[in-house]
C-alpha cells in the first residue's frame, strides 16, 4: 500500500465517532495533533488505548479506568478488531455511552474481559499489590503477540501467588520482571533489584532446551535456568531467604 494511502487512525475512528453522533472526542498528542499509529482518551474514569494490531486492517484495543486514587490504570477489557466501524462502537459504548462492560461484551464477541485471580490474599493490601500486578500485565495492546511467553508468564504470577514462601510478601514488576517487598511501599524496602524471576523468550541463544524460567540473583546473573516453574520458584524464595532486602533512603 503506498505511504499515502495508509489509513490514518485516530483521524478515521474521530470521523466514524462523528457519523454516529457519538459524543467522544480522542486526545491528542503534546503537539496538538491526532496520532496516526494509535489513538486514546485521557480523562479521568473510563478511558481506552488502541493501535493497529497485526496489519492495517486489524486493531488492538484496552478499556480501562484511570482514576486518582491507583498508580495504575484498572483493566475491564481488551480485543482485537478487524472493522473500523465496530472498533469505534466499542469506544462510543465504553467512554461515550457508558454502557456496563458485560453488556458491551454481549455485543462484541472479540472481546476479552478482565478476571482477577480465583483466589485471594488475606491480606488486602497485598491483594491489590497482585490486582495491580495483573492489571499492568493485562493492559497490553499486543497481547496478540508472543502468546505462548505471555502463558508462561500469566502461569508464573498465578504459582507465585500461591507459593507459601511470598504469601506475606509485596509483589511488583518491572519490564515483566516479578520481584517482591517486605513493605507495602516498596520504594522504601525491597530485596536487590537484580534478584527477580522472569520467563524466558526462546531463541536461538536461549533455546528451549535451557528451560522456561529465570531467576536473576546478585551471585549469578547468568545460570539460574529452570524448566519446572514450581523449582523456579523454590530457588527465587530460597535466595530472598539468604539475603536481606535493602533499605532504601
Same mark, same amino acid.
Given at each position: 500500500?503506498?505511504?499515502?494511502?495508509?489509513?490514518?487512525?485516530?483521524?478515521?475512528?474521530?470521523?466514524?465517532?462523528?457519523?454516529?453522533?457519538?459524543?467522544?472526542?480522542?486526545?491528542?498528542?503534546?503537539?496538538?495533533?491526532?496520532?496516526?499509529?494509535?489513538?486514546?482518551?485521557?480523562?479521568?474514569?473510563?478511558?481506552?488505548?488502541?493501535?493497529?494490531?497485526?496489519?492495517?486492517?486489524?486493531?488492538?484495543?484496552?478499556?480501562?479506568?484511570?482514576?486518582?486514587?491507583?498508580?495504575?490504570?484498572?483493566?475491564?477489557?481488551?480485543?482485537?478488531?478487524?472493522?473500523?466501524?465496530? &472498533?469505534?462502537?466499542?469506544?462510543?459504548?465504553?467512554?461515550?455511552?457508558?454502557?456496563?462492560?458485560?453488556?458491551?461484551?454481549?455485543?462484541?464477541?472479540? &472481546?476479552?474481559?478482565?478476571?482477577?485471580?480465583?483466589?485471594?490474599?488475606?491480606?488486602?493490601?497485598?491483594?491489590?499489590?497482585?490486582?495491580?500486578?495483573?492489571?499492568? $500485565?493485562?493492559?497490553?495492546?499486543?497481547?496478540?503477540?508472543?502468546?505462548?511467553?505471555?502463558?508462561?508468564?500469566?502461569?508464573?504470577?498465578?504459582?507465585?501467588?500461591?507459593?507459601?514462601?511470598?504469601?506475606?510478601? $509485596?509483589?511488583?514488576?518491572?519490564?515483566?520482571?516479578?520481584?517482591?517487598?517486605?513493605?507495602?511501599?516498596?520504594? *522504601?524496602?525491597?530485596?536487590?533489584?537484580? *534478584?527477580?524471576?522472569?520467563?524466558?523468550?526462546?531463541?536461538?541463544?536461549?533455546?528451549?532446551?535451557?528451560?522456561?524460567?529465570?531467576?536473576?540473583?546478585?551471585?549469578?546473573?547468568?545460570?539460574?535456568?529452570?524448566?519446572? &516453574?514450581?523449582?523456579?520458584?523454590?530457588?527465587?524464595?530460597?535466595?530472598?531467604?539468604?539475603?536481606?532486602?535493602?533499605?532504601?533512603?
Amino acid at each position: 500500500m503506498p505511504e499515502n494511502d495508509k489509513m490514518h487512525f485516530s483521524k478515521e475512528i474521530q470521523r466514524v465517532l462523528i457519523r454516529t453522533n457519538s459524543n467522544v472526542e480522542l486526545a491528542k498528542t503534546i503537539d496538538g495533533i491526532l496520532p496516526n499509529q494509535y489513538a486514546f482518551y485521557n480523562k479521568k474514569g473510563r478511558s481506552f488505548r488502541a493501535e493497529f494490531a497485526r496489519t492495517e486492517k486489524e486493531f488492538s484495543i484496552v478499556l480501562f479506568e484511570r482514576t486518582e486514587k491507583q498508580n495504575y490504570e484498572l483493566c475491564f477489557a481488551r480485543g482485537l478488531f478487524n472493522d473500523i466501524k465496530r &472498533l469505534s462502537k466499542v469506544i462510543d459504548f465504553w467512554v461515550g455511552v457508558q454502557k456496563p462492560i458485560h453488556y458491551i461484551k454481549s455485543e462484541f464477541n472479540e &472481546l476479552e474481559i478482565y478476571k482477577n485471580f480465583d483466589f485471594k490474599n488475606s491480606n488486602p493490601d497485598i491483594e491489590k499489590a497482585w490486582n495491580k500486578v495483573q492489571n499492568m $500485565f493485562f493492559n497490553d495492546t499486543e497481547f496478540w503477540e508472543n502468546v505462548e511467553w505471555k502463558s508462561r508468564y500469566l502461569k508464573m504470577l498465578i504459582g507465585a501467588k500461591k507459593h507459601n514462601e511470598f504469601t506475606d510478601l $509485596f509483589p511488583f514488576t518491572s519490564h515483566y520482571w516479578l520481584r517482591f517487598s517486605p513493605r507495602k511501599d516498596f520504594i *522504601t524496602e525491597c530485596w536487590p533489584l537484580d *534478584t527477580y524471576i522472569v520467563p524466558i523468550f526462546h531463541s536461538n541463544e536461549l533455546p528451549k532446551e535451557l528451560g522456561n524460567y529465570y531467576v536473576s540473583t546478585e551471585e549469578n546473573k547468568d545460570g539460574n535456568y529452570f524448566s519446572d &516453574l514450581n523449582e523456579a520458584l523454590d530457588f527465587y524464595a530460597s535466595k530472598l531467604k539468604e539475603i536481606e532486602p535493602i533499605k532504601w533512603n
